[in-house]
């Protein structure tokens, strides 16, 4: 396990990119809507959450190989310790939770390992630093208290390396939302779409939403530290029918196979959406949807 001193280390350096000045930044904008991609910077304000109320969220996203891309000045000593952290995000966390998944529906032990390739640019999975800024009260007032609607993340496993400032929240199987409590140097994990695809929705991705902190951290900014893992570009996202779990239990798809994408289709159509168009009202109470690369998407609020 990493000291706890290395992650706060960690968070140290995380505040580097938010403290450049906006010229710098510019230079520096990922091409989100362009191109599906996150490599860079998400300035605030890009988001559309909710009743004309945009986001307050900044954040800097480098890809698994920190050479692949120039970073901002302020970033450069430091790519060393952020690629040291992100290869211990891989090797010692991610790695052995992938062979864990393969071993539970008796599938061989690298089935999922083989389909996430480190630093490759067969693979856009992106390790994440992100700032949430206090928003007005009337901005508050609009959204319910919620700065992102619930929703599943696009790629296989998201680790979140957890932080003191309370905004997280679960979505319980009853449709409850749930805090998550903050333990000093742990990881949050969550699953993500194209898990779910793999696995037959053995695996079901977490609906997690982003809420107001409580009264007492309000003031706070919050930063958060990320690895964000997908699959490689190629993987056609279909269920992997030859698992003896799947055979017995049954599969759940959420698109018809010869209409599934590959993962790479998919997560620069899910990146260069989110926050951008326009939602409809869906079948249940409190849900949005939209249909992103043949699958619906839901959004819940």
């Not at 390790?127 to 992102?148: A, C, G, I």
């Not at 490689?232 to 992997?240: E, H, I, N």
Request: hydrophobic residues 35%; without cysteine; aromatic residues 12%.
């Amino acid at each position: 396990m990493v000291s706890i001193w290395k992650t706060r280390r960690m968070f140290d350096i995380a505040e580097l990119p938010f403290t450049v000045s906006e010229e710098e930044k510019q230079k520096y904008v990922a091409k989100i809507q362009e191109a599906g991609s996150y490599q860079g910077y998400k300035p605030r304000q890009f988001w559309h959450i909710d009743a004309g109320v945009r986001d307050q969220i900044e954040h800097y996203n480098f890809h698994t190989d920190v050479t692949l891309k120039e970073h901002p000045e302020a970033l450069r000593p430091f790519l060393p310790e952020i690629d040291g952290f992100m290869r211990h995000n891989y090797f010692n966390i991610l790695l052995p939770l992938f062979r864990l998944l393969a071993l539970g529906l008796e599938l061989p032990e690298e089935t999922f390992v083989e389909k996430n390739t480190l630093a490759s640019p067969l693979s856009d999975t992106y390790f994440r630093f992100m700032k949430y800024y206090p928003r007005s009260s009337e901005d508050e007032e609009k959204t319910k208290n919620v700065w992102l609607k619930g929703h599943t993340d696009i790629g296989a496993l998201t680790l979140l390396w957890s932080q003191p400032v309370s905004a997280l929240q679960i979505r319980t199987t009853d449709g409850e939302w749930k805090w998550v409590k903050h333990i000093d140097n742990a990881v949050v994990v969550n699953a993500g779409d194209s898990l779910e695809f793999l696995s037959g929705g053995f695996y079901k991705a977490t609906i997690h939403r982003v809420h107001q902190p409580p009264p007492d951290q309000r003031n706070l900014t919050r930063l958060g530290v990320f690895y964000f893992s997908s699959f490689d570009d190629y993987v056609k996202l279909l269920p992997l029918v030859q698992s003896p779990v799947l055979q017995r239990v049954g599969i759940t798809r959420r698109m018809d196979d010869e209409l599934a994408p590959t993962s790479g289709v998919y997560r620069r159509a899910r990146i260069s959406s989110y926050g951008l168009t326009s939602l409809k009202e869906g079948k249940d109470k409190g849900v949005e949807e939209e249909e992103i690369a043949g699958v619906v998407i839901r959004h819940y609020n």
